[in-house]
């Protein structure tokens, strides 16, 4: 990939473990991207990628109940995102679930894509679109779907 990401890394700590796993599989590729990740997930994605001898710009946020997720949505508000990747326990309740369905609907209403288990992320950046440059994803339309108008233009 010709093209430099940045790349936000979430997980919550029942899914830390997948994450790591998936840093390390993807380390040739994460390395030449920036990454940005909540606290506890950054410092073990940094020390995870340094066993591997591999050293990509991190950026480290507060911890996610602390504040990372908002700090993230705030960047995907800004086009500051390329790619998030978000490894969610949904098998425990979150005391900042408000932050983590806010990080989720940023992601939806400024079209960035998100990866929540790993074989989506595997799929998102292995994508060839990255570095398409006649690509152009087309922004999300918040409108009323007008069947007349749509069956008129397919006959």
Same mark, same amino acid.
């Given at each position: ?80 995102? $390329? ?5 969610? $326990? ?60 749509? $069956?008129?233009?397919?006959?």
């Amino acid at each position: 990939m010709r093209r430099k990401l940045t790349i936000a890394l979430v997980a919550h700590d029942h899914r830390k473990a997948d994450m790591v796993e998936w840093v390390i599989f993807n380390s040739d590729f994460l390395s030449e991207h920036h990454l940005v990740c909540t606290g506890t997930t950054g410092s073990l994605v940094r020390e995870a990628l340094n066993r591997e001898g591999v050293n990509p710009e991190i950026t480290i946020m507060n911890s996610g109940p602390m504040g990372g997720d908002a700090e993230i949505a705030a960047k995907v508000v800004r086009k500051e995102i $390329d790619l998030a990747v978000f490894l969610i $326990d949904d098998l425990n309740a979150q005391p900042h679930e408000a932050d983590i369905m806010m990080l989720l609907r940023q992601c939806r209403v400024h079209n960035i894509p998100i990866a929540c288990n790993r074989y989506s992320a595997d799929l998102m950046i292995t994508s060839s679109m990255w570095d398409d440059n006649t690509y152009i994803p087309s922004p999300p339309r918040y409108e009323k779907f007008d069947r007349d108008g749509w $069956d008129a233009q397919t006959k």
